[in-house]
């Protein structure tokens, strides 16, 4: 269940163009540039190459095949004439796409602090849409629940430039409560499978995807994550809010189940309920990384207590490391990069 103490009502919807939401996603995307994407330049030498992975298309070098290569890659010709399997190293294209699939159902609006997971998931999608999209590449997203209803209801089509990181940005900051168009499935249990299944569907080229959620949503989403990641590369953002691994001794409050409404009053005050709900957290933070692991995607857990331009130095510095690996250069690997156990 997940914890809802506190609701902040998101801000009105805004309208067709950025300018029309009185300034708010300029002025956001501004103090970005200057809190988070200043301090990274100058930190990031060859994030292009590190940030997207290209497709392949021109034919660089050939090598000797080592653990951890495509095996798509080796050239069957040359290893037969060698008779020691070589693989082709390939020039990546450098105008691709990055996708942003956006869980905006009920549960991200919680935060026991300062920030709401909304607003982590807004700054951090700001920033590499940013980074992503002034190099030339384009950015497009999917947004799950963005007008109130539990249905993919939200495609940006993928563009680039700095116009479309802000209508980006309106988007996730539009209002949630606002009635779902005609046709929308109502508020419910988030179903994380169907935002997959729809990119699966709609994103035909190959194409950095980033599916930013807080996980929580009825079962059967992995299967078709790990047909996502198949075909693309794939990054899975996971949100996390402190409060929903381990609960402090408040006495007694109530506690409101975010996806569902249901509600019910819980002494945290008593010790044993505290650590059973600390146990069942940790099974399902071990189930969960399971899962991700299962399905062969990178991993960026994001707190609400997490410094942004750190996360993104963590989520860099993964790229680094695969990128060495796919160049045959030996490099030590982090399974999550929080730093946690996949």
Known sequence: MLLSLFKRKAP?????LPVGDGGRTEALLRRLEWT???RLDGLLQG???TLMRGT?????DLREYQHHDDVRHIDWNVTARLQTPHVRVFTEDREMAAWFLLDLSPSVDFGSGEQRKRELLQGFVGVLARMISRHGNRVGAMLYGARGGAAVDTVLPARGGR???LRLLQLIGADASAPPPRGTKEAGATRLADLLHAATLSVRQRSTVFVVSDFISEPGWEKPLGELARRHDV???RLLDPLELELPDLGLIPIRDAETGEQLMVDTADKGFRQRFARLAAQREATLRES????????LELSTGDDLADAILRFVDLRKRRSSLRQGRPAHLTPTL???AA
């Open 12 to 16: 009105p919807p805004p309208a067709d």
């Open 36 to 38: 988070v994407l200043k």
């Open 47 to 49: 994030d292009h190459r």
């Open 56 to 60: 392949g298309l021109d034919l660089a």
């Open 163 to 165: 116009l479309q990181v």
């Open 235 to 237: 990054v899975a953002v």
């Open 292 to 299: 991700l692991g299962r399905a062969g995607v990178d991993t």
């Open 338 to 340: 929080s730093g946690a």
